[in-house]
């Protein structure tokens, strides 16, 4: 069993920069897949950025890419997602999120979820 817990989240202006953290208890196999998503109100839960626990490959959303950077730290079971450029779409529930079976870019083939930490971006 893996509990997934973020910290970080918390209200910014466009432009701001803002990394969040999630920590991983248990077990995360060299074949696992953390991945952030993130929900804005009124809409589907949304692909952020995965990384490739064993080889670190990283992967992120068209919305995201170029702005935000994914990594891990394996001696401290984190992966962290720092935001640049920040923009007001940007505002939503941030999750983390565990794929035993490898890389996914839907939220559904995660086996294990964090409880969300929510990132407000004001103009």
């Known amino acids: 069993q893996v509990q997934l817990t973020e910290f970080g989240g918390r209200s910014g202006q466009v432009g701001d920069s803002l990394r969040l953290s999630c920590a991983a208890s248990?077990?995360?196999?060299?074949?696992?897949?953390m991945g952030w998503f993130r929900q804005a109100p009124g809409k589907d839960r949304e692909f952020v950025a995965a990384?490739?626990?064993?080889?670190?490959?990283?992967y992120y959303g068209d919305a995201v890419k170029g702005r935000f950077t994914i990594s891990r730290e394996k001696s401290q079971n984190t992966v962290d997602l720092q935001m640049n450029s920040l923009k007001v779409e940007d505002t939503a529930v941030y999750f983390c999120?565990?794929?035993?079976?490898?890389?996914?870019?839907?939220?559904?083939?995660?086996?294990?979820w964090g409880q969300g930490t929510q990132v407000t971006v004001s103009s």
């Open positions: 248990g077990r995360i196999y060299s074949s696992s897949v």
């Open positions: 990384i490739r626990w064993g080889v670190g490959n990283t």
């Open positions: 999120a565990l794929n035993r079976q490898g890389l996914s870019y839907t939220a559904r083939d995660y086996q294990y």
